[in-house]
């Protein structure tokens, strides 16, 4: 058969049209087919029209006509889609049934290669999320992701840090990674954009410097600056994962923990990640509400890494509120750049030194517990400030970008305390809100700063947030989201007053 590219066909859905001469509109076996050009090939939607399209030809929107890169009335083949043993594997999870490593593997398979649709997707993520997985299972699921997409070799051992995310403000990979840098070690840190906090490591770095590099370029420069801050999604790392997330996981709100521990360290083997400082935002608000929920993914994340070969090391780190004052990707990379200066916030220099001592000390560099000691005299020595330098430099940035150069949103506004009292809670929820009003992270200009945090007591009318933004809407609907939205708690010192009956 022939392409044929529609171009008044607008719609990003993956549907084909043929001409009703070529199939049966009513047979549900012609509405599902695989469709082959070149070496691509894809599984699709079919609709029928007479309209839009002749005998013999296939009908393909622009936006799908330039994912398998078809042009007008060059050869395509499609045939009806018989429904994959994979499908039959995914259901034994629901009467309760482990899955093997080759049950594993064939469901990964044909998510890779496009044999599944959304929904058979979405079954086996559901599966997953109200059906714990074993440890072998969650063991073979990591390997599973990593196996195919990109692989990263070095010919010396490779540190990382990664957070399971779930805080804002957490700017401090672009502070660690200098730090340990500059010790010697060699941390080429692959990191992930926002999915629902204000700026991923990835958008912080990215007002520095480019982070969309190969493999080849990373496995270049990396050895010679001894670290890196690149996007991950650049380097088709564990394709398979970023499948589940960006078409299952992200619309439907779906976090199975399983998934979680296969996500990351399947990410890390693609990189060669031999020892991994996990970090672990705990509070309300964020993924791990409890001490005890935390403490129960460390665990398997530490057995789930032993078992692949990476030595892990969790941090439960404290969350419940913010960190630094700095929230959107230009505000954190300011404050990031003051830190690596000696002047940011108290917080994000602790949280720093202590995550990054943990490596230290997993090299050998440092004995237990005096890590964060040897990783406090190489920032405040300004080792860290001139590796970081050398790092944006490497990676087409400017290496002398002071935090003042940075530009941030025009318009600002700012939310007053309602009353005197001491802040007693900042509501990690109420920021995420905020700020995909301001449009972040892709608006890398807009965000915001804390002017106060927990624990400070203020007067009424105190200024407590100042928001920046692009464009005077979104400052409204920001500053309409933040003084509706309880963001901060004001209390007294009298919490609460219980009291007894009057007694006559």
């Known amino acids: 058969?022939?392409?044929?590219?529609?171009?008044?066909?607008?719609?990003?859905?993956?549907?084909?049209?043929?001409?009703?001469?070529?199939?049966?509109?009513?047979?549900?076996?012609?509405q599902l087919a695989q469709v082959s050009v070149a070496q691509k090939r894809l599984l699709v939607n079919v609709v029928f029209s007479e309209a839009l399209v002749e005998k013999g030809m296939v009908g393909f929107p622009p936006a799908l006509a330039k994912q398998l890169g078809v042009?007008?009335?060059?050869?395509?083949?499609?045939?009806?889609?018989?429904?994959?043993?994979?499908?039959?594997?995914?259901?034994?999870?629901?009467?309760?049934?482990?899955?093997?490593?080759?049950?594993?593997?064939?469901?990964?398979?044909?998510?890779?290669?496009?044999?599944?649709?959304?929904?058979?997707?979405a079954a086996f993520t559901l599966a997953i999320q109200y059906e714990n997985l074993t440890m072998e299972e969650t063991e073979n699921l990591t390997k599973g992701f990593a196996y195919h997409g990109t692989q990263l070799t070095f010919n010396e051992p490779v540190y990382d840090k990664h957070s399971v995310g779930g805080i804002a403000g957490n700017k401090v990979s672009l502070v660690i990674v200098p730090i340990v840098a500059a010790a010697g070690l060699l941390i080429p840190k692959t990191s992930s954009r926002a999915i629902t906090s204000p700026s991923g490591t990835a958008?912080?770095?990215?007002?520095?410097?480019?982070?969309?590099?190969?493999?080849?370029?990373?496995?270049?420069?990396?050895?010679?600056?001894?670290?890196?801050?690149?996007?991950?999604?650049?380097?088709?790392?564990?394709?398979?994962?970023?499948?589940?997330?960006?078409?299952?996981?992200?619309?439907?709100?779906?976090?199975?923990?399983?998934?979680?521990i296969a996500s990351i360290l399947s990410k890390k083997l693609a990189t060669g990640v031999k020892h991994l400082v996990l970090d672990m935002p705990t509070g309300p608000g964020t993924k791990l509400e409890t001490r005890a929920k935390g403490t129960s993914l460390a665990h398997k994340f530490v057995e789930i890494g032993r078992r692949v070969g990476i030595e892990v090391e969790c941090a439960l780190t404290y969350a419940d509120q913010p960190v630094g004052h700095a929230i959107g990707p230009a505000l954190e990379a300011r404050e990031a750049l003051e830190t690596l200066m000696g002047k940011g916030?108290?917080?994000?220099?602790?949280?720093?030194?202590?995550?990054?001592?943990?490596?230290?000390?997993?090299?050998?560099?440092?004995?237990?517990?005096?890590?964060?000691?040897?990783?406090?005299?190489?920032?405040?020595?300004?080792?860290?400030?001139?590796?970081?330098k050398e790092i944006i430099e490497a990676q087409s940035g400017n290496p002398n970008i002071k935090p003042e150069d940075i530009e941030v949103g025009q318009y600002t506004a700012e939310v007053r305390a309602y009353a005197d009292g001491y802040i007693s809670h900042i509501s990690n929820t109420a920021i995420k809100k905020i700020a995909r009003e301001l449009g972040c992270p892709v608006n890398k200009k807009a965000g915001m700063v804390l002017l106060h945090?927990?624990?400070?007591?203020?007067?009424?009318?105190?200024?407590?947030?100042?928001?920046?933004?692009?464009?005077?809407?979104?400052?409204?609907?920001?500053?309409?989201?933040?003084?509706?939205?309880?963001m901060y708690k004001l209390e007294g010192m009298v919490i609460e007053r219980i009291s007894a009956a009057p007694i006559d």
């Open 203 to 260: 958008d912080t770095m990215e007002v520095l410097a480019d982070v969309s590099f190969s493999a080849e370029e990373i496995q270049e420069i990396a050895p010679k600056t001894r670290g890196m801050i690149v996007w991950g999604g650049h380097l088709n790392l564990a394709p398979v994962d970023s499948k589940i997330i960006s078409r299952i996981e992200r619309p439907l709100g779906l976090d199975p923990e399983s998934i979680i």
């Open 71 to 121: 042009k007008s009335k060059k050869p395509v083949s499609i045939a009806p889609r018989n429904r994959p043993q994979s499908y039959d594997i995914i259901k034994k999870k629901y009467d309760h049934k482990p899955w093997t490593n080759d049950d594993i593997r064939c469901i990964l398979d044909d998510i890779y290669n496009e044999n599944l649709t959304d929904l058979e997707m």
């Open 345 to 388: 916030p108290r917080s994000v220099h602790e949280k720093s030194v202590e995550l990054a001592g943990i490596l230290l000390e997993m090299a050998r560099l440092a004995p237990k517990r005096e890590g964060s000691r040897l990783a406090d005299e190489i920032l405040r020595s300004g080792k860290a400030l001139e590796k970081m």
């Open 1 to 30: 058969m022939k392409s044929k590219v529609l171009k008044d066909f607008d719609t990003n859905d993956r549907i084909v049209v043929l001409n009703p001469a070529d199939g049966d509109p009513r047979d549900p076996t012609t």
């Open 453 to 486: 945090k927990a624990g400070e007591f203020v007067t009424k009318d105190t200024p407590l947030l100042r928001i920046f933004a692009t464009k005077e809407s979104h400052l409204e609907r920001a500053l309409s989201v933040a003084n509706n939205s309880q």
